[in-house]
């Protein structure tokens, strides 16, 4: 991979950022600003694609990551039940009219339920002094279940206002970023891509299995334990921010594989890079085509990202991973 | 001897009965919360044996066994209360459980009004097919008045921009073919979320900005509603509506296309005086 074709993921995801703030269900000129235009673009549009933008890159990552770590192809971040956790405790919020934290009360209560369930998704998946990858997956899907269905009943059983909006929220929805939310998802975020891309060298070696990786000098238990730690701080900051948004922690890894072959070395950051890009990318389609009504941005990643990937996977003879 | 006359007489009665009297049917399910707030209106509450979850108006219909929901009522759930007749409304029924209701032979009636001009002739149809035309003749006779009223007396020269927040997060308002967006054009106003044509769309924040609505409305669907909307009205702070505080905080008088909605109109009415 030269650094020219990183440069370039570089730039065009800076452009795409730029234009997620300027363009919009209305363009607006950055070299003349009017009062409107000003609030719209502070109050509004900064907060969003900032918030798309981190949530994106922390899908990507955490996406490549745990990929890695199950060696499965078909792992996405909300396979471990973290978001469904957070959707639960998110709902149980809204439900019981918890608002002790202002604004912040949805991610907060999101946060917690993320929290909790990476915890508990991890002591299912932790046998004899390790996570063990089989185990975590099952764990995870088992759990998924769980607090899904416990979310569905709750849904069917109330007539409450608040469940539908859970519902809505569940689907992901960025309209409600704000600053305030943006100083902790940032912390959680970053900490979390740095933990993994300074193991992905660890990670990489965990691909090839367990022996050959312990032959090669790595400390297998502690090294997953690592790696599924950055991947929980990272899903539940995402999930806290603005829903579940499906895709992209499935999809874009692989694309990126793709392009630039297998090391998690540069998969990771690059796939958070495109991550943060297409969901800025998806959030401005889905705020723009029909405006003023918002098509949720978990819809458009899929729309619009599936067929490319399907494209891709017809031309590719060899698959990474 | 006895007995025959006792028996003749019932017979005749029932004769009379099924050929002069009209038929009120007794046992009535409703498969929406705005026709079980009509039937109690017209004074059928007492008759009525099943209702949806989401039937919570007025509050002796809490009590009423409970069918399931609007999309998704449980058949099985119908069919064993044996209603006389089952009514169900074009908005949030389906077709096909009223197909398979009359299948079953059981009666049906279809409330069609969908908008605030056709509510009184529907409560009327609807009255004269339940056996309560009189009472449904002079409630929706009052409710027609109460329109005209304010229809006349209100509208000021200048249209009025209205946003009616029906959920501040994720941001939901009252679109095109609503109750509300009709009361707000009914008293003069300019519903600036009606050109979507759709009925809830989930709005943009920026339009709301670049519309600078006058006046907002937030309807109460929640115990927490003020709290609720800090943060949305925090980020449209420079609105006209915000600015100078007319901001409302409203029943649900309007969600439902039923009686409530002459409440509902003279609700919204009281907070434009207040404006002007």
């Known amino acids: 991979m030269s650094k020219t074709k990183i440069l370039i993921f570089i730039a065009a995801s800076v452009f795409i950022f730029s234009a997620s703030v300027f363009l919009g269900p209305k363009a607006i000129n950055p070299f003349a600003l009017t009062g409107t235009d000003r609030e719209i673009i502070f109050l509004i549009r900064l907060p969003r694609a900032i918030v798309a933008a981190l949530m994106g890159i922390a899908l990507g990552a955490s996406g490549a990551v745990l990929q890695g770590i199950l060696r499965n192809p078909l792992a996405d971040p909300y396979i471990l039940g973290i978001s469904s956790g957070a959707a639960l405790t998110a709902a149980l919020g809204l439900l019981s009219g918890l608002f002790f934290f202002g604004n912040l009360s949805l991610p907060l209560t999101a946060f917690i339920g993320a929290f909790f369930a990476s915890i508990i998704v991890g002591s299912f998946g932790w046998r004899r002094g390790g996570i063990w990858p089989d185990r975590l997956l099952l764990a995870g899907v088992g759990l998924s279940f769980l607090f899904y269905s416990v979310l569905m009943l709750l849904i069917s059983i109330s007539s409450d206002e608040g469940m539908r909006r859970a519902l809505l929220w569940i689907f992901g929805d960025l309209s409600i970023a704000d600053w305030s939310l943006i100083p902790y998802g940032f912390l959680l975020i970053i900490a979390g891509l740095y933990l993994s891309v300074s193991r992905a060298k660890a990670l990489n070696a965990l691909m090839l299995g367990d022996e050959l990786a312990h032959s090669l000098g790595f400390s297998v238990n502690r090294e997953r334990l690592l790696l599924f730690v950055s991947v929980a701080l990272m899903t539940a900051a995402s999930v806290s921010l603005g829903g579940t948004i499906g895709f992209i922690g499935l999809i874009i890894p692989h694309i990126v594989r793709f392009f630039i072959g297998a090391d998690n070395r540069i998969v990771i950051p690059v796939s958070a890079i495109c991550g943060g890009a297409f969901l800025c990318m998806a959030d401005l389609i889905g705020k723009s085509v029909m405006a003023p009504i918002e098509i949720p941005s978990g819809i458009v990643t899929a729309i619009i990202g599936s067929p490319y990937f399907l494209y891709l996977l017809r031309r590719r003879d060899v698959l990474n991973l | ?276």
């Open chain 2, 1 to 276: 001897m006895k007995k025959i006359i006792i028996i003749i007489l019932i017979s005749v009665f029932f004769v009379f009965n099924s050929i002069f009297g009209d038929e009120i049917p007794d046992r009535i399910v409703s498969l929406a919360p705005n026709v079980t707030e009509i039937l109690f209106a017209l004074d059928l509450g007492n008759r009525v044996i099943g209702v949806t979850n989401y039937c919570d108006y007025p509050e002796e219909a809490r009590k009423i066994p409970k069918i399931g929901g609007m999309s998704n009522p449980s058949l099985e759930a119908v069919v064993s209360l044996k209603p006389d007749i089952v009514v169900m409304t074009t908005d949030g029924n389906q077709k096909k459980f009223e197909e398979r209701l009359r299948s079953l032979k059981i009666k049906t009636y279809v409330f069609k009004s969908r908008r605030l001009s056709e509510l009184p002739q529907g409560i009327r149809d609807m009255g004269s097919a339940l056996g309560a035309r009189e009472k449904a003749s002079s409630f929706s006779s009052e409710m027609e008045k109460t329109i005209s009223k304010f229809g006349r007396t209100l509208p000021s020269a200048k249209k009025t921009k209205i946003l009616f927040i029906i959920w501040p997060e994720p941001l939901i308002v009252a679109g095109y073919g609503t109750a509300i967006d009709d009361v707000i054009t009914l008293l003069g106003g300019e519903n600036i979320a009606s050109k979507t044509k759709v009925t809830y769309p989930k709005f943009s924040i920026e339009e709301i900005i670049r519309q600078a609505p006058d006046l907002i409305f937030i309807g109460k669907g929640h115990t927490n509603i003020k709290e609720a909307s800090k943060g949305l009205l925090k980020k449209i702070g420079a609105v006209p509506a915000v600015k100078t505080g007319a901001v409302f905080f409203v029943s649900d008088n309007l969600y439902r296309l039923g009686p409530r909605v002459v409440k509902g109109i003279e609700e919204m009415a009281e907070c434009l005086k207040q404006k002007y």
